[in-house]
């Protein structure tokens, strides 16, 4: 009696091939899925730190419209002579990186009636609690206000816009800490337009208004360009 004989076939080497490849591009498909989907989280993320920064500078704003004094976002509030005395303040613009729980960079820009914008870098004091000179005292004050409405819990760069004749906010840029070509360990806060100046634009007739039309753009700037930012508001939720 003879036993019948069985024949196995195996994949030849070109299936094979065939099936690596294919594997190959659906890890290459994957792969592009999840950064997509990494950045958009990182956009968002930087998004909803605009929206608190805003939401805590209008609380900040409002006590000041209470009080009717809106020196606290005034160059001149630097200085024990101020130069522009009787001048009111039209617009202002703060710059500060805040790490570990407490303010590292601080800059002030400011507007006048029939001037152009004066700008101060505010120095860190040596010692926050006893600030000597008027710039410390200001470093201090601001570095107060923004810990209690916004919390020490925020990290990162903020650009912050105010219309100080309204007492309102205008809007809010947030960019991660040590992101891009800013020097997170320099003295003074980073310019708002550092790596960002095509993204925003002027809205209505006032250039202190930055932003850009919508999230989709931020999307599209931190997958172009690798860097990322969160705005609030947007052009279109103002629009």
């Known amino acids: 009696m003879c036993k019948s004989e069985r024949s196995v076939k195996g994949f030849t080497l070109v299936e094979m091939l065939v099936v690596i490849a294919i594997i190959v591009v659906l890890m290459g498909i ?12 990182r956009v968002e993320t930087n998004n909803a730190k605009a929206q608190m920064v805003y939401t805590a500078f209008q609380d900040i704003v409002t006590k000041c419209e209470i009080k009717q004094d809106c020196s606290l976002f005034d160059v001149d509030s630097t200085v024990s002579t101020p130069a522009h005395a009787g001048d009111p ?6 710059l500060f990186c805040m790490h570990g729980g407490q303010l590292t960079a601080l800059k002030l820009y400011s507007q006048y009636d029939g001037s152009g914008w004066f700008d101060v870098d505010v120095p860190v004091p040596a010692d926050r609690t006893n600030p000597v000179s008027e710039s410390e005292k ?7 206000s923004i ?3 916004l919390g020490s819990d925020f990290d990162g760069y903020a650009w912050v816009y105010v219309d100080c004749e309204n007492y309102l906010v205008d809007s809010v840029i947030c960019k991660e800490y040590g992101d891009g070509s800013l020097n997170v360990n320099s003295s003074t806060a980073p310019e ?4 960002l100046t095509t993204a925003f634009e002027v809205v209505g007739d006032e250039d202190y208004y930055k932003t850009i039309n919508n999230i989709g753009e931020s999307k599209n700037f931190a997958k172009i360009d690798g860097v990322y930012f969160g705005v609030y508001p947007y052009h279109d939720d103002v629009t």
């Open 30 to 41: 994957m792969s592009l899925a999840i950064q997509g989907f990494q950045r958009n989280a």
């Open 147 to 149: 810990i209690e409405n």
């Open 192 to 195: 708002p337009d550092d790596g």
């Open 89 to 94: 303040l039209i617009k202002s613009k703060l």
């Open 138 to 144: 200001t470093f201090v004050n601001i570095e107060k």
